[in-house]
């Protein structure tokens, strides 16, 4: 079974552009999510994607962020302006949404180095 | 809402000896995970505990849940250096989150 993959694995920006990442998630399930992790710190979750209907994008700055995810399969985060503050790994996970463990299925992340 | 703090947050220890890594939530939550990351990799899972008085061991690392306490505990038993990573519990939120704790990075040394 093939894991949740994301595009790029590295991008290096300047302040002010913009960037966007991709994430496909494994076959079949339906809760999607994005992560931003902090150099030195756990992995903060942005938005909470079911099917293609956003759950909680509580913790999302939406003045610069937004992230979709079209026909509920893949997704995309974009960063519209960046700011020095922005470099993270973005972690895209997955999750089938029903059973017993709930348990998440992290990518291999996107490590965004904002200049 | 809730919280999740790991102490220590850096750990250096010796091949052979043993160690635990603490995990505390804030509110009530009725699974903990654990898992493991390697320097520029993803999170890879280790444990899912899912009651009060849950044990499950992989290897040298065993972990325990006590949910009255709000506690997780991860003990790694006679060291090796394979097991030098971060390791960061993280408690269920509900509606399917997860709240992650700092992450503790264990060293291990010959």
């Known amino acids: 079974e093939a894991g949740v993959a994301q595009s790029p694995r590295y991008k290096i920006i300047e302040k002010r552009q913009s960037v966007a990442f991709w994430c496909n998630p494994i076959s079949g399930h339906a809760t999607l999510y994005w992560y931003q992790q902090i150099l030195g710190q756990g992995p903060k979750l942005l938005i909470q994607f079911q099917n293609n209907g956003v759950v909680d994008d509580s913790q999302l700055p939406k003045d610069r962020f937004s992230a979709e995810r079209l026909k509920g399969v893949d997704s995309t985060l974009k960063i519209q302006p960046a700011k020095l503050e922005d470099s993270a790994v973005y972690l895209c996970?997955?999750?089938?949404?029903?059973?017993?463990?709930?348990?998440?299925?992290f990518g291999p992340g996107t490590r965004l180095t904002v200049t | 809402e809730l919280k999740v703090e790991q102490n220590p947050l850096f750990l250096s220890m010796q091949e052979g000896k043993n160690y635990t890594i603490y995990c505390n939530y804030s509110?009530?939550?009725?699974?903990l995970y654990w898992y493991r990351q390697d320097p520029g990799k993803s999170l890879e899972s280790l444990f899912v505990l899912l009651s009060n008085g849950a044990v499950k061991q992989e290897g040298r690392l065993m972990a325990s849940l006590d949910t009255k306490a709000r506690l997780s505990t991860l003990h790694i038993t006679a060291a090796v250096h394979d097991l030098s990573a971060t390791y960061f519990c993280a408690a269920f939120q509900g509606a399917q989150k997860l709240v992650f704790g700092q992450g503790t990075r264990l060293t291990i040394n010959p």
């Open positions: 996970a997955s999750s089938t949404g029903t059973g017993e463990f709930y348990e998440q299925y």
């Open positions: 509110t009530t939550s009725d699974r």
